[in-house]
């Protein structure tokens, strides 16, 4: 292996993203499975601890918060799992500041950076 793939493989990939991850959770003391990105799983598991929650009791408040909203609307039915993605993405977007962005270096033309998109830095072609 060359040192360009051994450094490779230490940078974060886009197929980390893709597959799925089912975890149970109970909602309100039932056993439940929900299918999510493991960055998302990464993410709850942050919110939870960061407001002093369990995976379990945050998900069962968003779970009655969805059917709520679900009955006012009279609206189709949304997945808990996408209600999760939309709700962790609320939540960090809301506590982004321009003082996070700018120390993430968003803003600069490359909005992949400090994501697991980014790409590794482009090592310099070895003269021959």
């Known amino acids: 292996m060359s040192g360009q793939d051994s450094q490779a493989s230490n940078a974060p ?30 993410a709850l598991d942050d919110i939870c601890q960061r407001e002093d929650l369990t995976v379990d009791e945050l998900c069962s408040d968003l779970k009655d918060r969805l059917d709520s909203q679900s009955r006012r609307s009279r609206g189709n039915a949304v997945s808990l799992a996408n209600a999760a993605r939309v709700f962790i993405v609320g939540y960090y977007r809301k506590a982004a500041t321009e003082k996070g962005h700018d120390r993430a270096g968003h803003g600069r033309g490359d909005p992949f950076v400090s994501t697991p998109f980014d790409l590794p830095p482009a090592q310099p072609a070895k003269e021959g």
């Open 13 to 42: 990939s886009p197929l980390n993203a893709i597959p799925l991850v089912a975890r149970t959770v109970k909602l309100f003391g039932r056993p439940t499975q929900l299918r999510l990105e493991p960055s998302y799983w990464e």
